[in-house]
């Protein structure tokens, strides 16, 4: 993170606090690809999901490769929550298909993709020389308004997370 970033830093290092200190639990916690985008994932014409790429694999919380997921699916989404509403409820299903996970975990969807988005954020800075002005085109894009949305905090996308119990 840039010196300059002192309020975003901040941001990250209290997200990182309330990530590490969930609990560790089987059904929660174990092997996760924590790189997945759909740059890292093909889906086939009977919809069956095949990730690849597994430089990034560690022990994390189930519900963080969920959250990978929708953050990047729903990057350049106008309505971002209408997307989730309309992405979640299938994705999820299909996911319960191989996994169960206690709905209880949905309420960390918003920290996790806060972490994506500073993570995001920082590396963009780090990869390019001017990181408010990128030359990249989706990276610019990304960047516009992002220090704001950080230093206030606001969620990546504000939706109703309990609403999705039933799908998992």
Sequence with gaps: MP????IALEKYRAV????????RDPEGYGMIHQDAHPGNF????????????????????FIYDLAMVLFY???GEPDPAEYTGRFMPVFLSG??????LDPRWLKELPHFMKLREIDLFAAIHF??????HPDH???????????ERIEAETPF????????????
């Design 3 to 6: 010196a300059k970033e002192q």
């Design 16 to 23: 990182l606090t309330h990530l590490r200190s969930l609990p």
């Design 42 to 61: 093909f889906v086939d014409d009977d919809f069956n999901l095949t990730l690849f790429d597994f430089d990034d694999c560690v022990y994390g919380h």
């Design 73 to 75: 699916t729903s990057v």
């Design 95 to 100: 996911y319960r298909q191989e996994n169960r």
């Design 127 to 132: 990869s390019s020389q001017d990181g408010d």
């Design 137 to 147: 085109p989706w990276s610019a894009r990304y960047m516009k308004g992002r220090r």
């Design 157 to 168: 996308i504000v939706y109703d997370w309990d609403s999705l119990a039933q799908y998992l």
